[in-house]
């Protein structure tokens, strides 16, 4: 889906030719985007200035029928040119940098797989697969329907140069519409290397009560080393040496004493699904260090790629924010007149005029499709951004745990305290937003509804039977 997607936007000349190549022809590369553009402009002048083609301009529109295609027209020559010319701005650039630093991505997030020896599971991109594309199906029947019905209608009424007023009317729905779809895909991306990065930390989550070290008892607070004892079979079993058998018996209380706060936090707080016990006996057993690559052996690397997806989402989101406010803009526009229409004119007259019918039908249609788009679009941003909050709470879940490896080695904990603090500052600089003016989440819906609510209260007191008396409409 996502490359018909692709396919169809080099078509209509939303995105360069040749985007993921640096060393290509300059004008092969942004000649769509350059013809497509022009020909919009030249029929939106053709039928504005001659007023020969546009349903507008037709006798049989009536005083409503125009005031609605006049709206839908200038309200998508400013969606579609606003959109075009933020495309051309640092549009190939964009791809060229996303596409390497996901490489960079990528191939650690390989490396860390291979350590965790987790590069075989496939079951939960499976399920992700699954999703993904019923979404991508379910938009291209959205607006597969949008375009038969928009196409159809104006073929009975322009016959050959139906395509001329279609240039007008659904074609910068459309475009921005797929714009957002780029958007979708990108975010996805961004949302799925968030998840891998989780998957990773829950490994380490889980392995945090099976995995020990050799004992080494810190003062978490002040970082201080206070004692380092190694217990081994000799020294367990020989109660000759007064002083061995008093710093066994010190050590073998503390690793109870810590093991006794293990259960206790976690049992307040633990994600996974791994709830059998760790029987190990302090006193009659030997405490050696692992050998080889552990799956806490990843935690730098980890929380360098956090850092990486991050900076990621800044330029995706300096990339497609702009392109957002236009298309809310439209989508909120074309959503409350598409209302005022259903309610106030096709349920009184509805049937007794074929291009006004038409006219109400293509706000419904296009004001469900953009609200789908836009929905979409806050759910994958919340997604992405819950996602990479729970990296945090998973880290942090860790260090209250005091696994055995980050009590042998201080450098675990400075780097995961870090880590945690420094996303902090991370959640309070980026979320994906509209440059500045609204947050792409799901508070966007309620302020939404909200304003639409204020607005329909004020249209829906018009009173409509005068005008509709006059044009013949209402005996």
């Not at 073998?252 to 307040?268: C, I």
Request: hydrophobic fraction near 45%.
């Amino acid at each position: 889906m996502i490359q018909i997607m692709n396919w169809f936007s080099m078509v209509i000349g939303l995105i360069p030719l040749n985007r993921q190549q640096s060393e290509t022809n300059f004008i092969l590369d942004y000649a769509m985007m350059c013809i497509v553009p022009i020909f919009y402009v030249a029929c939106y002048l053709l039928i504005n200035l001659t007023h020969i083609i546009g349903l507008c301009f037709l006798d049989s529109c009536n005083s409503v029928c125009k005031l609605s295609s006049h709206l839908f027209m200038h309200l998508g020559a400013f969606l579609y040119l606003t959109i075009t010319l933020l495309s051309l701005y640092r549009r190939k650039e964009f791809f060229l940098q996303f596409d390497a630093r996901l490489n960079d991505i990528d191939a650690v997030i390989q490396k860390c797989q291979r350590v965790a020896e987790m590069d075989k599971v496939k079951v939960t991109a499976v399920k992700h697969s699954v999703a993904y594309h019923f979404t991508w199906l379910f938009l291209f029947c959205v607006f597969t329907f949008a375009l038969y019905y928009d196409v159809r209608s104006l073929y009975l009424t322009f016959g050959n140069l139906a395509f001329i007023p279609f240039m007008v009317s659904s074609f910068p729905y459309l475009a921005g519409s797929i714009i957002q779809g780029e958007f979708i895909y990108h975010v996805s991306v961004i949302s799925q290397r968030f998840e891998q990065i989780n998957m990773l930390l829950e490994k380490i989550n889980q392995e945090a009560r099976h995995r020990h070290a050799p004992l080494t008892v810190f003062d978490i607070e002040s970082e201080g080393k206070k004692e380092r004892k190694t217990v081994t079979p000799i020294t367990a079993m020989d109660g000759r040496t007064t002083t061995g058998f008093g710093n066994e018996h010190k050590l073998a209380g503390e690793m109870k004493r810590q093991e006794g706060q293990q259960k206790n936090d976690e049992d307040e707080l633990d994600t996974s699904n791994d709830e059998d016990e760790d029987d190990f006996d302090y006193d009659n057993a030997t405490i050696a260090e692992n050998t080889g690559n552990t799956s806490e052996a990843n935690l730098p690397d980890l929380f360098k790629l956090h850092d990486k997806i991050l900076a990621l989402s800044v330029i995706t989101n300096g990339e497609f924010g702009p392109q957002c406010v236009p298309y809310m803009a439209a989508c909120f526009v074309v959503s409350i007149f598409g209302i005022f229409l259903e309610t106030k004119v096709n349920f009184i007259v509805g049937g007794k005029s074929r291009l006004l019918d038409y006219m109400t039908y293509l706000y419904v249609i296009w004001s469900f499709t953009t609200m789908v788009v836009a929905y979409i679009v806050l759910r994958l941003c919340c997604n992405a951004n819950n996602h990479s909050k729970q990296s945090a709470m998973i880290v942090h879940e860790i260090m209250q745990k005091k696994p055995a490896f980050m009590l042998s080695n201080d450098l675990f904990y400075n780097k995961m305290k870090s880590f945690t603090l420094q996303f902090l500052h991370w959640e309070g600089f980026f979320q994906f937003n509209g440059v500045g003016l609204f947050a792409l989440d799901y508070t966007f819906i309620f302020s939404t509804v909200s304003a639409a609510t204020s607005y329909l209260i004020v249209l829906l007191q018009f009173d409509m039977t005068a005008i509709l008396r006059n044009e013949g409409l209402m005996s």
